[in-house]
């Protein structure tokens, strides 16, 4: 299997653990909690800051020492937007499930900046259409750069079934604004109906590193660096979770030059 390609471990409580220490890299880390009702997780976020995002389901949660009440919505992440929440750094959080519940959390350094904890609500969140014909994806924008962070950028994407994402081929891995940033990234990936699969390709100018997977439901595939293009079969449609960070909160990248044809016309 490839060493960019995280399973999940079972089907009940915390299913998939990525740190910086796991990955090789710096910035990002990522969870994924499945929990029964009356089920608690929590944690101190420390110096990384935080987003929890309601994948499935529903929770009361607590934050900084403050009721957050009961949030979460949806019971499938193919329907409607998510609820989220931000926490800073040195923040303690909980969340008890009264629903079976997925719960990704989503981990930056934090760099100091005295943010709040602040709940995202669904009818919060800016959603776009991208791409054309079989290249078309709905995006939907949890934590963009326009919205207050220190590190994290983290969005949703479906895509219908038989089309391609990330794509044409993009990457971010130079620090070189404002061209392009040095932004890590982790996709967790879902497929309805479960048990679909797709494929994703990680690779470089260079090819040094190329890799192609195949994905199937509660997949994690980590981006280090180079172009990530996936693609969802007949049938089935696919959603991910990215969760993008760096030195620099910003998302510029650069297209794979040989595919920049695809964007003309």
């Known amino acids: 299997m490839s ?4 399973k999940p471990n079972g089907s009940h409580g915390r299913v998939t ?41 529903k929770g009361e949660a607590t ?3 403050q009721s957050l009440g009961e949030l979460g919505q ?15 750094e040195s923040s303690a959080w909980s969340v008890t499930a009264t629903t079976d519940l997925e719960l990704a959390i989503c981990t930056a350094p934090g760099l100091g900046g005295g943010l709040p904890v602040r709940v995202i609500r669904p009818d919060e969140l800016g959603q ?23 590190s994290l950028l983290v969005v949703e994407v479906i895509t219908p079934a038989g089309n391609t994402s990330s794509y044409p081929p993009h990457k971010h891995d130079q ?26 390709r990680v690779y470089t100018d260079d090819r040094s590193l190329d890799e192609a997977m195949a994905i199937e439901d509660g997949d994690v595939v980590l981006v280090p660096k180079g172009y990530h293009p996936c693609a969802t079969c007949h049938g089935y449609d696919l959603y ?12 510029k990248f650069h297209n794979a030059a040989e595919h920049e044809w695809l964007l003309k016309g």
């Open 3 to 6: 060493r960019l390609k995280v």
């Open 17 to 57: 653990h990525v740190t910086p220490e796991s990955a090789g890299w710096t910035y990002v880390g990522f969870e994924l909690h499945r929990l029964k009702p009356g089920e608690t997780v929590s944690a101190q976020t420390g110096d990384r800051e935080t987003c929890l995002v309601f994948v499935t389901g």
């Open 63 to 65: 934050a900084g020492g």
């Open 74 to 88: 949806r019971m499938s992440p193919f329907e409607g937007k998510p609820w989220s929440v931000y926490l800073p």
């Open 128 to 150: 776009e259409v991208r791409g054309k014909g079989s290249n078309t994806r709905h995006v939907t924008n949890i934590l963009p750069e326009t919205e207050p962070a220190d």
């Open 175 to 200: 620090d070189d604004l404002p061209r392009e940033t040095y932004l890590e990234e982790t996709y967790y990936h879902r497929l309805n109906p479960p048990q679909g699969f797709g494929f994703q």
């Open 240 to 251: 991910y979770l990215n969760v993008m960070a760096g030195p620099k909160r910003s998302w």
